[in-house]
């Protein structure tokens, strides 16, 4: 009884959550994609943050300077070998995981995560931190939370649309739950992953990304990821530099791309293992001569904020993070590249704040250190408005916004329209021999389920029928006749069309004993083909595509055998739908 009751329910949750405007049970899966969300990321920082305390002198995580020599450079090549083992025996072809990885199955595979890919990145990302790659976190909380809420929404066999919220839901979390910004993970889960502006997926990904961050703050507090006072500009004479700022930030930006497609296109002829043993070595260099880079590193971005690095160490640390980073990245470590372009950015700006100095204009290392980190997270990813939410947000400062403006668009039009870059994950996907392109078409078609845009009425009926039989077919006011195959549909007629031919034969005073084929009487007859219940507007678009059919019928299998017919689509539903 029970189970018959949770089936009935489920199958009307999901033919509602096909349609675009199911907003009160997306909001319910929303929440509940947030919390899930939070609580995975939540293991893995505790995960990270412990085992560095344990192990890093004064019990500090991310303390790799306290470190002897020899230790920086063994743990790279331990956290190299604990990954070619996770990813020889473990990784089944996965070898691209973080935000590209979700991106691309969101683009090509309806959103659908595995959970081998999930305890890869869990432990992979976690062994590369722990060892000291130049890797961030943020790629591995956007892919654990897209992959929990990815595997929820299978679990509960959702339509593939509310698949894809759900994964943008998780993608938000992972960025809420990272520096406690959710407005920013809203924005980044909508501008890079969902690509969509919609009611329907703006109220669960906000309300994922609220769950998140309430998870994150009763377990780590409410403290900013970031001690950063309030800022905004205090001179006109300052937007001289803030623009100096921005160009040079995506100058810096273009070319952290530009290495991490030539070592990733490059790499391509060496064996996964022998490309995680090759980062495992670079890391272990840059352990010995520049620790300040190994490992997430903003305890270092802490230092720039107050300005108490060194001109030229600034400067070195710029171009030993970009290197680092673009090796492990583009070798295949699987870590983040939002925590490295922070990093890089704030080194930048603080060192734009001291060459400001020496010209005369004293500012705030904090306000360009963090002006620097928007401009670089902007131009890098190519998402200019999550990178201004983000510096908002980090301070509470409503100064920040116009010369955060200024630089984050600067910044952006030097890479892409200068250099002629796209993001960081578009780049590394196609380094990594993965396309990955999207239209307007194709993201409404995939916010949309079949069963949203489906015709419900028709009837299903033999071939060879009587005078009687047609009666009883035509007897419901169907729109549709889906004739019956030996095996399933074979065509699918107009019921009008049934009509017409019932009043000619009435009028020929025929007697109404005679047969009837469909599949013979004047009409016009459908091939047509099934489609999941679960599909999307897009999958069933693709299938009439590679069919050159102009229907299907939408479909479930409820037993072994046994299909359940939902309704009738056909190219002109599919496009009424979008337009």
């Known amino acids: 009884m029970i189970t018959r009751w949770w089936r009935n329910n489920l199958e009307r949750l999901q033919l509602q959550l096909a349609k675009q405007d199911a907003l009160f049970p997306l909001a319910v899966l929303g929440c509940a994609a947030g919390v899930l969300s939070g609580l995975v990321i939540v293991a893995f920082r505790l995960l990270v943050e412990e085992s560095q305390a344990a192990f890093f002198p004064g019990g500090e995580s991310e303390n790799f300077e306290g470190l002897g020599w020899q230790a920086r450079m063994l743990l790279p090549l331990a956290g190299g070998v604990i990954l070619i083992a996770m990813f020889r025996w473990g990784g ?28 890869l990145q869990f432990f992979g990302a976690a062994a590369a931190i722990i060892g000291g790659f130049s890797v961030g ?32 839901c998780g993608t938000a979390a992972g960025i809420a739950a990272s520096f406690n910004t959710p407005l920013a993970g809203v924005i980044f889960a909508l501008e890079v992953v969902m690509l969509e502006y919609t009611l329907a997926s703006f109220l669960p990904v906000i309300l994922a990304a609220a769950s998140a961050t309430l998870v994150s703050i009763a377990v780590f507090g409410n403290a900013p ?36 497609q030539m070592i990733a296109h490059h790499s391509r002829v060496l064996r996964h293992w022998q490309r995680l043993l090759l980062a495992a070595l670079t890391a272990s260099l ?23 690095i060194g001109l030229s160490l600034l400067a070195l640390l710029v171009i030993g993070k970009l290197v680092a980073t673009s ?51 902007g131009a890098s990813l190519q998402a200019p408005l999550a990178a201004l939410v983000a510096m908002m947000e980090l301070t509470y400062s409503p100064g920040i916004i116009m010369p955060g ?16 870059k796209e993001s960081l994950f578009i780049s590394m996907l196609k380094a990594s021999g993965m396309d990955y392109s999207s239209s307007p078409v194709h993201v409404a078609l995939r916010g949309m389920g079949v069963a949203g845009a489906m015709n419900k009425s028709f009837v299903r009926s033999d071939a060879i029928i009587d005078q009687n039989q047609a009666a009883a077919v035509l007897e ?54 099934s489609v999941h219940i679960r599909a999307t507007l897009l999958e069933a678009r693709e299938i009439l595509d590679r069919s050159s059919l102009q229907a299907l019928y939408v479909q479930r299998q409820t037993a072994p055998g046994i299909h359940h017919i939902y309704g009738i689509l056909t190219r002109e539903m599919i496009e009424s739908a979008y337009q």
């Open 476 to 529: 419901a006011r169907p729109v549709w006749i889906l004739i019956n195959g030996e095996e399933s549909p074979a065509a699918l007629l107009r019921a009008v069309d049934l009509a017409s031919y019932i009043d000619r034969e009435d009028e020929g005073g025929d007697d109404g004993k005679g047969t009837i084929d469909l599949m013979d009487i004047p009409g016009k007859r459908l091939e047509i083909h």
């Open 225 to 260: 990821a970031f001690d950063v006072s309030i800022m905004g500009l205090s001179d006109l004479s300052d937007v001289f530099f803030i623009l100096l700022l921005g160009i040079a930030a995506g100058v810096l930006s273009a070319g952290f791309i530009h290495m991490v």
């Open 92 to 119: 089944k072809g996965i070898h691209v995981l973080g935000v590209a990885r979700v991106m691309e199955r969101m683009a090509y595979h309806q959103g659908y995560l595995k959970l081998r890919g999930l305890l």
């Open 327 to 377: 090796a492990c990245i583009g070798l295949g470590i699987p870590g983040g590249m939002i925590g490295p372009a922070l990093f890089i950015g704030a080194m930048l700006g603080s060192l734009f704040s001291q060459l400001s100095a020496q010209a005369g204009i004293h500012v705030d290392p904090g306000f360009f250190a963090l002006l620097g980190m928007g401009a670089m997270m």
């Open 137 to 168: 976190r943020e790629g591995p909380h956007v892919y654990l939370g897209a992959a929990g809420s990815s595997l929820m929404g299978q679990w509960l066999n959702v339509p593939n649309n509310t698949i894809r919220t759900l994964v943008g």
């Open 405 to 420: 403006m200024v630089v984050v668009v600067i910044a952006s039009l030097t890479s892409s329209e200068l250099f002629g």
């Open 286 to 308: 840059f352990g010995l001569l520049l620790p300040q880079v190994m490992g997430i590193g903003y305890d270092t971005v802490d230092q720039a904020l107050t300005g108490s």
